[in-house]
């Protein structure tokens, strides 16, 4: 399968603790991204990471990418009950085609 | 960010007919856009690369015959579930390219064979 592996499958946690997902793929990549899903709803594009990159932060979010592990992991640090949804990584094929290769997801559960 | 649309939503329909998903970039043009499928509780699996003027490229396991894709313009690429049946039931999302790293994806159609 091209698909990555992400864990945990599934995370529940308490509104205020912080949640870490984690990632890992097996080709060479361009760059890797962070996306969000609501129950029934679209892809919401969280954060994009380059291959040249290691941190990234946006907001509450914060991004790593280790290119000799192939992994990278998103933390949400002060998670809100918001937060609760799935959470997948994609990423490039490396081919410059734009295909994205998406990761199996983590369930984000946040209890208020 | 820019703005993907996907019509129908929602759609439900008889086994063996057709049903047309199209997926529309709303405020850029898209040369490339991308078709997934999505089972409940699972990842995103492409399904195929939808090229503005050319045929549609498909991911292996993904019979051409059965999902049709036309990108017709820069705008707009539709997918035509024929002779549908209830094992074709899922949420299919496209997403358009706007430039190298950056795609954007619509909401989503959920389409339901009974």
């Known amino acids: 399968s091209q698909q990555g592996e992400e864990d945990p499958q599934a995370l529940s946690i308490q509104e205020g603790e912080n949640a870490t997902m984690n990632c890992s793929y097996k080709t060479s990549i361009n760059n890797l991204q962070w996306y969000r899903q609501n129950s029934g709803r679209g892809l919401v594009h969280l954060i994009l990471?380059?291959?040249?990159?290691r941190e990234k932060h946006s907001g509450r979010l914060r991004v790593t990418l280790d290119t000799s592990k192939k992994s990278s992991s998103l933390l949400i640090t002060a998670s809100r009950a918001a937060d609760t949804a799935s959470y997948f990584c994609a990423h490039d094929d490396s081919g410059n085609t734009g295909k994205l290769i998406f990761g199996q997801g983590t369930t984000l559960q946040v209890k208020p | 960010g820019a703005v993907v649309s996907q019509h129908p939503s929602r759609v439900i329909c008889k086994s063996g007919t057709s049903v047309k998903i199209e997926c529309r970039s709303l405020?850029?043009?898209?040369?490339?856009m991308f078709w997934y499928r999505q089972f409940p509780k699972k990842s995103l699996m492409l399904m195929a690369t939808s090229n503005e003027g050319s045929k549609a490229t498909y991911e292996q396991g993904v019979e051409k015959d059965k999902f049709l894709i036309n990108h017709a313009s820069l705008t707009l690429s539709t997918l035509t579930v024929t002779s549908a049946h209830p094992e074709d039931s899922s949420f299919y999302i496209c997403?358009?390219?706007?430039?190298?790293?950056?795609?954007?994806f619509g909401p989503g159609t959920r389409l339901t064979v009974l």
């Open positions: 405020d850029f043009q898209a040369t490339t």
């Open positions: 997403s358009a390219r706007r430039s190298v790293g950056e795609q954007f």
């Open positions: 990471i380059r291959s040249n990159e």
